[in-house]
């Protein structure tokens, strides 16, 4: 089947402005989760959910960014009020993982590559 | 969450086999070890995972110690497209990348 995709695969903005990132996870898989990675670093964790909760949003930086994932499948992750500092691939992943620990493989999509001017 | 350390970057020559070694010292008892590989513009993709002693699929070998402080990643004859950033990860609540170490495969 089709693998994970994230629309759009490039956002350019301006500083102040709202963006939406919108991700598609492989069919039936439960979990889903947001990474943000800068140039040259591993990926950092934002934000996992388990159906249509948030199970871990410790990673989220502040206040500005918001994601949800109404009705279990295609999650948006929000950034309001952008910053220069938010530029940065932003990426989705999404696995059949039902309980915390273990094994867990989780399938990426190709990013968001947003851009804050 | 398992803090990881690897090498920043390893050069290499296609047809040799490349061992990337992965210090884990905090992992916790029900972390699984696992590894991905990530191309230029691409998501991370995962290779192999594995809790303790040898893991072998088709890609690469895993070589977890008794201790599972640390692990090994094997390519066995390495090509140009093995050229990527390989991240080792405890696997637990969530994926915690650290900075990866950067293969580099010549010809």
């Known amino acids: 089947g089709a693998g994970v995709s994230q629309t759009p695969s490039n956002k350019v903005t301006e500083k102040g402005k709202y963006v939406e990132l919108r991700c598609d996870p492989i069919?039936?898989?439960?979990?889903l989760y947001w990474y943000r990675q800068s140039l040259g670093q591993g990926p950092e964790f934002l934000i996992y959910f388990q159906g249509t909760g948030a199970a871990d949003d410790s990673g989220l930086p502040n206040d500005r960014f918001f994601a949800v994932r109404p009705e279990g499948s295609v999650s948006t992750l929000k950034i309001q009020r952008t910053e220069r500092g938010d530029s940065a691939v932003y990426l989705c992943a999404s696995s059949s993982r039902h309980l915390a620990g273990g094994t867990d493989t989780q399938y990426f999509g190709p990013g968001t590559r947003l851009t804050v001017l | 969450l398992a803090k990881t350390t690897q090498p920043i970057s390893m050069d290499s020559y296609e047809g040799q086999e490349v061992n990337i070694t992965c210090s884990h010292n905090n992992i916790a008892t029900n972390d699984y070890i696992t590894w991905y590989q990530q191309f230029p513009s691409q998501g991370p993709r995962f290779i192999i995972q594995g809790y303790k002693t040898k893991v072998t699929n088709e890609v690469a070998s895993l070589f977890i110690p008794a201790d599972r402080k640390s692990s090994t990643l094997s390519l066995p004859r390495v090509s140009l497209s093995d050229t990527a950033v390989y991240y080792c990860l405890g696997v637990g609540n969530m994926l915690t990348f650290g900075g990866g170490t950067r293969l580099m495969v010549k010809p």
């Open positions: 069919s039936g898989h439960t979990a």
